[in-house]
């Protein structure tokens, strides 16, 4: 029984220990100007998959997107801001 509860434990956990650690990514984006806006950013990024957190700041106009690299990249979250109809670059990476 304890042979196949340890082979069950790291079964599940091994998976956790191989995943990439996230990335966080702060994008300058233009045209938002609202919470709607922000919202519509939200929804096309967690549709595009890899995102786990997008926080805004519209005094500053960014986005900050936290993200796994192993099945998203800072390019391809740009591309989907931008075609989403809000201009976005690149302005820091970490992680």
Do not use: H, W
């Amino acid at each position: 029984m304890k042979k196949l509860l340890s082979t069950l434990i790291l079964m599940v956990l091994a998976p956790l220990a191989l995943a990439a650690p996230p990335k966080q990514a702060t994008y300058e984006v233009k045209n938002m100007t609202c919470g709607t806006c922000a919202l519509a950013i939200e929804r096309a990024l967690k549709r595009a998959g890899g995102v786990s957190k997008v926080d805004f700041d519209g005094k500053a106009a960014t986005v900050i997107v936290q993200f796994d690299p192993a099945q998203t990249s800072t390019a391809s979250i740009q591309k989907t801001i931008t075609e989403a109809g809000f201009p976005a670059k690149l302005r820091a990476e970490r992680g």
